[in-house]
């Protein structure tokens, strides 16, 4: 009976050995099968995440092809308006260019014409010096002339007008040096449009610089004849004083005709050749107090 004991016990230990290997193998299966399965897990999780990086990398390279293609866009419009504005500009300066060699057109014609007229006798006196020589309405010795003609004939009676109304000296003398300097300037704005022209001339025309300086002085005289045939109170630009209302209209008509005498004599003299202008500088007032044009005349 011992024996069937020990017999049983060994079997049944040989079951529980079975039993333990089995149980190791399938622990060994299982631990190779969920390794397997981790790796596989892992290399899954990898492949996702390098697809979720280009996924992302779309999305940045769809955004900046976006991007780039609107920027494109606004290019193609900002480049658009420039070349609209650009033939716009060709336009206007096509325009601006024909106008100019028009207007040099017409400079032509008129200082041939003013040539044909009075060249003889200007040219002249451009090369000997002596504006005496001619019949000149406007030479120096005239200018002279008229300037002591309003100075000691038409100044006293306008004074006299003035002086009964107690017309201010000091305001009637500022007025008329004024009028002398308006006037000056204004004909120098006038030769220096001049000047502009016969610069233009002079690198087209082909002419010598004599010949240029010749017709340049020509306009000059030209524009000095028309001025001095023009109406006086034509040239006086209305209104000349600041507060007109507080004189009355005998007071007005004088200042009127003081002003437009002084500014018509002063439009001639400054398109003299040497300019022309009353000496304020030397100017000593006589006994009277009312002596306010100077003696003399000089060249500036």
């Not at 087209?204 to 340049?216: A, H, I, N």
């Amino acid at each position: 009976m011992g024996n069937c004991f020990r017999s049983a016990l060994k079997q049944k230990e040989e079951e529980l050995k079975s039993v333990k290997d089995s149980l190791t193998e399938m622990e060994t299966f299982y631990k190779e099968t969920l390794h397997e399965a981790r790796s596989a897990l892992k290399q899954e999780e990898g492949q996702i995440e390098s697809l979720e990086d280009r996924l992302i990398k779309m999305c940045t390279y769809q955004k900046n092809l976006y991007e780039a293609r609107s920027a494109l866009t606004q290019k193609d419009q900002e480049l658009k308006s420039l070349k609209d504005r650009m033939t716009e500009m060709e336009t206007l300066y096509k325009e601006k260019l024909h106008e100019a060699r028009s207007a040099l057109k017409q400079k032509d014609e008129e200082l041939k014409s003013v040539r044909d007229r009075v060249a003889p006798d200007l040219t002249l006196s451009i090369k000997t010096g002596d504006t005496e020589s001619m019949n000149n309405p406007v030479s120096k010795t005239k200018l002279t002339e008229m300037y002591n003609k309003l100075k000691l004939l038409q100044w006293p009676k306008i004074k006299d007008h003035l002086k009964s109304n107690a017309v201010n000296r000091e305001f009637t003398r500022d007025l008329t040096q004024k009028m002398f300097k308006d006037a000056a300037e204004e004909m120098e704005r006038k030769k220096k449009q001049i000047d502009e022209v016969f610069g233009l001339i002079e690198n087209s025309s082909g002419l010598t610089p004599q010949k240029v300086k010749e017709f340049r002085q020509l306009t000059i005289h030209s524009l000095q004849m028309n001025l001095y045939h023009s109406r006086k109170e034509d040239l006086l630009q209305s209104p000349f004083l600041d507060d007109e209302a507080q004189y009355s209209q005998d007071v007005m008509e004088n200042f009127r005709l003081l002003a437009s005498e002084c500014y018509w004599l002063g439009c001639l003299m400054a398109l003299n050749n040497p300019p022309l202008q009353p000496d304020w500088e030397n100017h000593v007032p006589g006994m009277d107090a009312w002596d306010i044009f100077p003696r003399n005349i000089k060249s500036v």
